[in-house]
């Protein structure tokens, strides 16, 4: 049964992957435009920092009370209380979520010449001027994000996966129309309003499936569950401030560089691609399993869901980390080296990427052990690892700065990304037996020297070829295809060789899968 449960979260990652990859295929072509039309100038510093600005207010705000607090009281009402009372609680819930944010959006656009002099006090004055304009336009990203991040947790949690990995596409299609058709006429600004209406898209686009799984929103302020969900959500909220505080952080400290504020964005652009794909698809089928072995208290499948998802993301994000720092440079070359984008935009971009591949690792462990934390309703690890997360950050951009620059803020990124994974891999290991002994350390030991040695050989292979061949898109394209198609053999043959347990995983599930 397990074995079953498990190539179905196979085959369900698979398809996620694919679509999330589609809507972050788009995001990058989006992102693309804007560094070819406005490259890391003064309207894309303001541009950026403005539409980040409510998206890390959110995140820091909300994000708790939605994927670690709602989720798995909404899954526990339904295994516990059936899928009309789970309803009533997420109407009650979307309701509230949507005052909320719909007030805090109304109060962001009113205060958004203070907000951009606290969180981007680097800007010159018209900078900072156009980055107030756009944020007033930006602000309700928040309200459309609450609704579209409230509806995807009903569908996840109904078995429906396929509609929320399509978000990230309706969004960045809607927003590639504009650069397509528009942005001549209507300039940043006009982007702006579309970003907005791109998010709009994500509510709209799940209204279909959620009518076709029973749904149906029923206007209501009160519920029980509401009070466990908040109450769940005070020690949590914290914990998930990591992510959107530190980019905060880094954003203010980027703004005192010439065009870094900019470039630290597309280099978190790129890095989420790699890294983000992979890991959130993972997190997003496992979580709910996890929420449901909760809920049931089965803490034996717990443990073993942990650790098999552990071992699985790790064998695939190592080597993923050491690539991209290896050919951080030919890949922001490639994708952006067009158009107004010059080389120094490329050696901002490409060192900021290389450093922040650093942290791929930490990123996915925390990830996976936060939501194994909050399946349980359990905020307290997560919180402390969000406290020292933060604490390191500041600490390191503020030391960092002066020697490495941007690079150094990168860095401070990085680590602070890996001191909260190790925190909850300990706290882990403590709960849940088995998911941290012998063989899972000697199995990671050996993806790091695989993935160091295929980190050699796409060195080689790229300095060997680009010693040798001239410049034109297609030579671009084989200065990042070639070494990473040597990369991928070259680890999976060392893998082989050490014999890391998860090769061996993966040619049974593959032999299950021939005889079914």
């Not at 034996?300 to 064998?315: K, Q, V, Y």
């Not at 088995?434 to 050996?446: P, Q, Y």
Request: aromatic share 10%; proline share 3%.
């Amino acid at each position: 049964m397990r074995e079953e449960q498990q190539k179905r979260n196979i085959r369900t990652v698979s398809v996620m992957m694919a679509l999330t990859l589609l809507g972050k295929a788009l995001g990058l072509a989006r992102d693309l435009m804007m560094g070819h039309r406005f490259a890391t100038g003064m309207a894309a510093n303001a541009f950026l920092a403005a539409s980040r600005i409510p998206r890390n207010f959110f995140d820091a705000i909300f994000a708790s009370a939605i994927s670690a607090s709602f989720i798995p009281v909404f899954n526990e009402y339904l295994e516990k209380e059936g899928k009309d009372e789970a309803f009533r609680l997420s109407s009650a819930f979307i309701t509230v979520m949507t005052l909320l944010t719909g007030a805090l959006s109304a109060l962001g656009m009113l205060c958004a010449e203070p907000i951009t002099a606290l969180l981007a006090d680097g800007f010159d004055a018209e900078t900072a001027a156009l980055c107030a304009e756009l944020l007033r336009i930006l602000f309700p990203l928040m309200l459309f994000t609450g609704l579209a991040f409230s509806l995807v947790g009903i569908l996840q949690s109904l078995g429906e996966f396929n509609i929320p990995a399509l978000l990230s596409a309706a969004s960045n299609a809607v927003i590639i129309l504009y650069y397509l058709f528009f942005v001549d006429r209507f300039g940043i600004v006009g982007l702006a309003a579309a970003f907005l209406l791109g998010w709009a898209a994500q509510v709209l686009i799940q209204l279909p499936s959620l009518r076709k799984l029973g749904y149906r929103y029923q206007f209501s302020l009160r519920h029980e569950g509401l009070h466990k969900i908040f109450l769940l959500a005070g020690p949590v909220l914290v914990s998930t401030w990591v992510q959107p505080l530190n980019l905060t952080v880094a954003t203010r400290y980027a703004s005192h560089i010439d065009g870094a504020a900019s470039a630290l964005e597309y280099a978190n652009t790129l890095y989420t691609i790699v890294a983000g794909v992979f890991v959130l698809s993972i997190a997003n089928v496992i979580f709910p399993e996890m929420s449901r072995y909760a809920a049931h208290e089965d803490e034996a499948a717990m443990g073993e869901s942990i650790s098999g998802t552990l071992g699985a993301m790790l064998f695939l994000l190592t080597p993923m980390a050491f690539g991209l720092a290896v050919l951080a440079r030919p890949v922001v070359r490639l994708l952006y080296e067009w158009g107004a984008w010059d080389a120094a935009s490329t050696d901002l971009t490409a060192g900021a990427l290389a450093f922040l591949s650093l942290g791929m690792i930490g990123y996915g462990v925390q990830i996976i052990l936060s939501r194994a934390f909050y399946a349980e309703q359990k905020g307290k690890m997560p919180l402390i690892a969000g406290v020292v997360s933060v604490a390191a950050n500041v600490i390191l951009c503020q030391l960092l700065l002066r020697p490495l620059g941007l690079r150094g803020l990168a860095l401070a990124s990085a680590v602070s990304l890996m001191l909260p994974a190790l925190v909850l891999l300990a706290a882990a290991a403590r709960r849940y037996r088995g998911v941290v002994n012998r063989a899972a350390v000697a199995d990671f030991l050996k993806m790091l020297l695989c993935a160091a040695g295929m980190g050699a050989a796409v060195r080689i292979v790229h300095y060997a070829l680009a010693a040798r061949l001239g410049d034109s898109l297609a030579i671009r394209v084989v200065l990042v295809l070639a070494p990473t198609l040597a990369g991928v053999v070259c680890y999976f043959l060392l893998s082989w060789l050490l014999r890391v347990g998860t090769i061996a995983q993966i040619k049974a599930l593959l032999r299950g899968r021939n005889k079914s």
